[in-house]
């Protein structure tokens, strides 16, 4: 008997499987929606755009695509994915369909656009109640990381346009809710700009700031309860001033340029004012130091700004750039925050750096490339791409534990959403059974069992 060949055995397929269901990991999404009362809510904002004797309502039309986003796709046409498993997202929209309320809500400008950011933010206000200790404000505050974000254009697209980095496309401005070492973030806010547009634009970065703090909570939109934090982006008189003018003064960790009035101060810092640099665990960082500086520099500023520098040895072989002084890496920062040693606060700036992982995950969930050609449709598209991230972080945090928290959308979709199922009708119910050897199965179940113990929304 002749031997099969190659790495792989050899399988006979057939196309005529029944109560299959593909990607039925996703019903973690299906469920969230549900629990969180996402689904209610966009229904009833987008309520005005729904036409007389209309088949499909345009709450669920949007969050299907959305849905599809998490999964995944990255243009309109890839709900047709939801569309071939209607026993696990119900009547999904003809692609025509889909494609009209797109331009039906871009036609409507601003008024769409807030009708689905006020759904969002009341959704997330129930969201952190459920998450309990999990929400991303149980030690008091909340931070808000400002970034910006290259988006590629393909194709000669409305406003887009050559970037500071020599591509061509959009440069959207975002913001994200840091979730902290025990999990991921969720997008507040994404300003859709030209590629062009400038990356230290006060006006943006007040725009974003503001479209981010309507998100939160109303404790939350006012107050030191509020951090801001941005990369040197952000150090703008304008932007800094705006800041401690708001209401009693938000918390503000800004990054700043390194000016020559700045690296000339850095030289008259006596070698005792230098404090050790610390890691997340509270233990020194060796090879670099911290320093506050004082007087005349910050003059102009707003009151009770401090500005802190923070002074490195650079890797071996790293290039060290015209700002640097004396051999060492030099970067600085302003924040309003008194009375906390500013090695404290230097680590808190720099885990600002987890907005990096935020905007890699938003790439690889629709934001890589805006699908659409004008403008409007593309700020639409943006509000889908928040809400697919969005469904990708209350997930986690509401029925995930342990490092599957930490697990960002690449990983989520590999290893959960994608698990295969059979979906079995007994009586009148029906129960769909995962794959007993896929090795993910019991996070699946476990983490819908933690959203079924979750009230319905009223």
Not at 110 to 120: G, H, N, V
């Given at each position: 008997?002749?031997?099969?060949?190659?790495?792989?055995?050899?399988?006979?397929?057939?196309?005529?499987?029944?109560?299959?269901?593909?990607?039925?990991?996703?019903?973690?999404?299906?469920?969230?929606?549900?629990?969180?009362?996402?689904?209610?809510?966009?229904?009833?904002?987008?309520?005005?755009?729904?036409?007389?004797?209309?088949?499909?309502?345009?709450?669920?039309?949007?969050?299907?695509?959305?849905?599809?986003?998490?999964?995944?796709?990255?243009?309109?046409?890839?709900?047709?994915?939801?569309?071939?498993?209607?026993?696990?997202?119900?009547?999904?929209?003809?692609?025509?369909?889909?494609?009209?309320?797109?331009?039906?809500?871009?036609?409507?400008?601003?008024?769409?656009?807030?009708?689905?950011?006020?759904?969002?933010?009341?959704?997330?206000?129930?969201?952190?109640?459920?998450?309990?200790?999990?929400?991303?404000?149980?030690?008091?505050?909340?931070?808000?990381?400002?970034?910006?974000?290259?988006?590629?254009?393909?194709?000669?697209?409305?406003?887009?346009?050559?970037?500071?980095?020599?591509?061509?496309?959009?440069?959207?401005?975002?913001?994200?809710?840091?979730?902290?070492?025990?999990?991921?973030?969720?997008?507040?806010?994404?300003?859709?700009?030209?590629?062009?547009?400038?990356?230290?634009?006060?006006?943006?970065?007040?725009?974003?700031?503001?479209?981010?703090?309507?998100?939160?909570?109303?404790?939350?939109?006012?107050?030191?309860?509020?951090?801001?934090?941005?990369?040197?982006?952000?150090?703008?008189?304008?932007?800094?001033?705006?800041?401690?003018?708001?209401?009693?003064?938000?918390?503000?960790?800004?990054?700043?340029?390194?000016?020559?009035?700045?690296?000339?101060?850095?030289?008259?810092?006596?070698?005792?004012?230098?404090?050790?640099?610390?890691?997340?665990?509270?233990?020194?960082?060796?090879?670099?130091?911290?320093?506050?500086?004082?007087?005349?520099?910050?003059?102009?500023?707003?009151?009770?700004m401090r500005l802190i520098i923070r002074k490195e040895r650079p890797h071996p072989g790293a290039q060290l750039r015209i700002t640097d002084a004396d051999g060492m890496r030099i970067t600085c920062f302003a924040t309003n925050t008194p009375d906390r040693p500013i090695a404290e606060l230097e680590l808190r700036h720099r885990l600002r750096a987890r907005a990096e992982d935020r905007i890699r995950a938003a790439r690889a969930?629709?934001?890589?490339?805006?699908?659409?050609?004008?403008?409007?449709?593309?700020?639409?598209?943006?509000?889908?791409?928040?809400?697919?991230?969005?469904?990708?972080?209350?997930?986690?945090?509401?029925?995930?534990?342990?490092?599957?928290?930490?697990?960002?959308?690449?990983?989520?979709?590999?290893?959960?959403?994608?698990?295969?199922?059979?979906?079995?009708?007994?009586?009148?119910?029906?129960?769909?059974?995962?794959?007993?050897?896929?090795?993910?199965?019991?996070?699946?179940?476990?983490?819908?069992?933690?959203?079924?113990?979750?009230?319905?929304?009223?």
């Amino acid at each position: 008997m002749k031997q099969p060949t190659g790495s792989y055995p050899h399988v006979r397929v057939e196309d005529d499987g029944r109560a299959v269901v593909s990607q039925a990991g996703s019903v973690l999404l299906v469920e969230t929606v549900r629990k969180t009362g996402l689904d209610q809510a966009i229904s009833q904002a987008l309520a005005p755009w729904r036409k007389p004797r209309a088949v499909h309502d345009p709450g669920k039309v949007l969050l299907d695509v959305a849905l599809a986003v998490a999964l995944g796709g990255d243009c309109l046409a890839d709900v047709a994915m939801l569309r071939c498993e209607p026993a696990v997202f119900g009547p999904v929209a003809s692609d025509p369909t889909v494609s009209r309320l797109i331009d039906a809500l871009a036609a409507s400008g601003e008024k769409a656009l807030q009708a689905i950011r006020s759904a969002r933010s009341e959704v997330r206000q129930r969201v952190w109640s459920l998450a309990g200790k999990s929400a991303p404000d149980t030690d008091g505050q909340v931070t808000v990381d400002l970034d910006g974000v290259l988006g590629i254009a393909h194709s000669d697209k409305q406003d887009a346009a050559a970037t500071w980095k020599k591509t061509y496309g959009h440069h959207p401005l975002t913001a994200f809710v840091d979730h902290g070492l025990a999990g991921t973030g969720e997008p507040v806010a994404a300003l859709l700009r030209p590629g062009n547009a400038g990356s230290n634009t006060a006006a943006d970065h007040i725009t974003t700031a503001r479209l981010a703090l309507t998100q939160l909570p109303k404790k939350y939109r006012s107050g030191r309860q509020t951090l801001i934090r941005t990369d040197s982006a952000g150090g703008t008189h304008d932007f800094v001033a705006w800041l401690a003018k708001r209401g009693r003064w938000l918390s503000y960790s800004v990054g700043m340029v390194i000016t020559e009035t700045i690296h000339s101060h850095v030289h008259k810092i006596p070698p005792t004012a230098w404090t050790p640099a610390i890691e997340t665990d509270g233990e020194v960082r060796d090879g670099a130091w911290v320093a506050e500086l004082t007087g005349d520099l910050l003059t102009g500023w707003p009151k009770g700004m401090r500005l802190i520098i923070r002074k490195e040895r650079p890797h071996p072989g790293a290039q060290l750039r015209i700002t640097d002084a004396d051999g060492m890496r030099i970067t600085c920062f302003a924040t309003n925050t008194p009375d906390r040693p500013i090695a404290e606060l230097e680590l808190r700036h720099r885990l600002r750096a987890r907005a990096e992982d935020r905007i890699r995950a938003a790439r690889a969930t629709g934001l890589r490339n805006l699908p659409l050609h004008h403008t409007a449709q593309n700020k639409v598209w943006l509000e889908i791409v928040q809400i697919a991230l969005d469904l990708l972080a209350w997930m986690p945090m509401l029925a995930l534990t342990g490092h599957a928290r930490l697990f960002e959308p690449r990983r989520l979709r590999f290893r959960l959403f994608s698990a295969a199922g059979q979906l079995v009708t007994t009586g009148r119910r029906r129960i769909l059974r995962l794959a007993r050897h896929w090795p993910w199965t019991s996070e699946i179940t476990g983490a819908l069992e933690r959203l079924a113990l979750l009230p319905n929304p009223g």
